[in-house]
């Protein structure tokens, strides 16, 4: 007679994981990846990085690890076809949201679904919705006038200018849009172009795009609460499109806050338009 199945259990994740997780990824319909700087495996050695394993056969995952402190974005959620998305988040979110509420006073975890059926499971539980994401875009067929920041400098950002963009970063966004020095590290090393603007040898703004297979993509653009409205992110913004333009690449998008005016209007401003591309983001307090 054949022995029953053993029964899931769950655990974190290890090294000799990762080509099971890839599977997930890269086979299964179910599946849910952060839009990010770092693949979902980069993650691994972090916590929580749990996954659902039976008869030693990896079932479903879950990446949220905080980064940086305080705020935790689900990385990764993925589950495989013989086993129920919404069993394997059930079981899976209760301990993730354990973990995490013993690794700091506050976290906030937040999330970007972008299929329907993962919407479903977060509005099912703790998360709620707080907010959208849209997307606009430059066709690269007109630049924006030029209109000069008096005093301020644009140039390549260097890799001791981390820092101090970090410390840009989180003055300038919310602390679930902030970037950790780490992100910032590989976003910079990622980056097609980044500059910064500078005046006096202090860090006022700083952007960082990357490329895609459909152009270029602004994945940040700040400018330091202090100096804002001075024209520095439009000086950033053009400066940006002069070099896409430049090298030939004539579509370059961005995504920002359906609710930030001042950063729609900035964008607006530059020519970008919206491309009626939105995505929700559901976030859930953990004390």
């Not at 129920?84 to 006073?105: K, V």
Request: proline share 8%.
């Amino acid at each position: 007679m054949p022995s029953p199945p053993l029964q899931p259990i769950i655990r974190q994740a290890t090294d000799q994981d990762s080509q099971a997780i890839a599977r997930l990824i890269h086979y299964e319909i179910h599946v849910h990846r952060h839009l990010d700087w770092r693949p979902p495996l980069e993650w691994i050695e972090y916590q929580p990085f749990l996954v659902v394993e039976s008869d030693r056969q990896l079932l479903a995952a879950l990446a949220c690890p905080p980064d940086p402190p305080g705020v935790a974005w689900i990385r990764l959620f993925a589950c495989a076809a013989q086993f129920s998305a919404r069993t394997a988040w059930t079981e899976l979110w209760p301990r993730a949201r354990e973990a995490l509420a013993g690794s700091a006073a506050f976290v906030q975890a937040a999330v970007i679904p972008l299929q329907a059926w993962f919407r479903s499971l977060l509005e099912r539980s703790e998360f709620v919705f707080t907010h959208r994401v849209v997307v606009l875009s430059w066709s690269g067929s007109d630049l924006p006038p030029a209109s000069p920041a008096g005093g301020v400098r644009i140039r390549p950002m260097r890799s001791q200018d981390l820092p101090a963009v970090e410390s840009v970063d989180h003055a300038a966004f919310m602390p679930v849009w902030r970037n950790s020095l780490a992100s910032l590290e590989i976003a910079f090393r990622q980056a097609v172009d980044a500059t910064v603007a500078e005046a006096g040898g202090e860090i006022l703004g700083y952007q960082i795009t990357s490329a895609t297979s459909a152009g270029w993509h602004l994945g940040r653009l700040a400018v330091a609460p202090t100096y804002q409205g001075q024209g520095i992110g439009y000086a950033l913004l053009r400066d940006l499109l002069v070099r896409a333009r430049q090298r030939g690449f004539g579509q370059l998008t961005v995504n920002t806050q359906h609710n930030n005016q001042a950063s729609l209007a900035l964008y607006q401003k530059a020519g970008f338009r919206l491309t009626g591309e939105v995505y929700p983001v559901f976030e859930c307090p953990i004390s």
